[in-house]
DNA sequence: CATAATTGTTTACCTTGGTAAAAGATAAGG
DNA sequence: CCTTATCTTTTACCAAGGTAAACAATTATG
């Protein structure tokens, strides 16, 4: 019943607040979610986050403590979970599993710079690299039974 | 109202074989899905799949024609354009709208082959070399002027 | 022709996310 | 002490996705 259980929208910017800053009162929260709104958006209302931090509660994303009678909050799940959810989310309802088919969509579709192509590029090869380094190790333990 | 509208799970599934069929009836896209449910799971039931097919509908995804009386639908919203939507709200959500940061991510977390890697370098060098040879194109017209 | 099968329509329910006011509890200020 | 401010809790709605039975219309079929 626990395998990252899907987090909306304002769910995840809360979720946002807490990684960035570690912890936080559902008042740090609320301001936090409102500066960020682009001024003439109606804000959030406080009780909204209470309630949103409830159900983030619920389903065990994050916990509190008490601190002078007031909540604060943590996060208990990390942000590279969450993202492993939403990607594969993704790569199972568009992409076929496909991450290639992904990132092809990403370079085909979505406007990126030749800067951003260049840390793309950089991003693959330092993996390719690692892979193949880790894969020497293998071989040279292999090798030396 | 019509920057795409955002899809769930089974309304993507639908989608999937509409765009591979080109068109289809509500009950040869009822049959595709259970044929596609891992056995034992229970059948998605017909009426469902024509609730959603409305919802597509109403929302402009899909259309139909009558033919023998019956409805066949076809695809208003092609796949790329989903694939957008649904990407740049993953982008935005949870990845401060940096690719490389998605892409780092994939490489990182997700179990990439090597030859999965190898494909994903090709893509990228592609797309380099792409943006590279229209980045010349546009330098020599300038200079022609 | 009567009945079974198919197709589309209507109606209903459940869940989740989001929104927020209203109510309750308690500490702080005048 | 009474009022005000600040929390938390309770309660209520709405929208969207998903699920599907029940109903109506129409076509096949024995």
Redesign the pocket.
Known sequence: MNAT????????QIMQVLWARKRA???QITDELNRQKPTGA?P?????V???L??LEA?GAITHSIEE???VFEPLQEKSEVETGAVGDLLTRLFDRSISGLVAHLVKHEKVSPEELRRLRQVVEQAEATAQASQDVKTSKEEAQ
């Open positions: 259980p899907k987090l909306g929208k304002v769910q995840l009162t559902a008042r109606p959030i209302a406080h009780s909204t209470q309630t949103l409830r159900k389903k009678r007031t909540f």
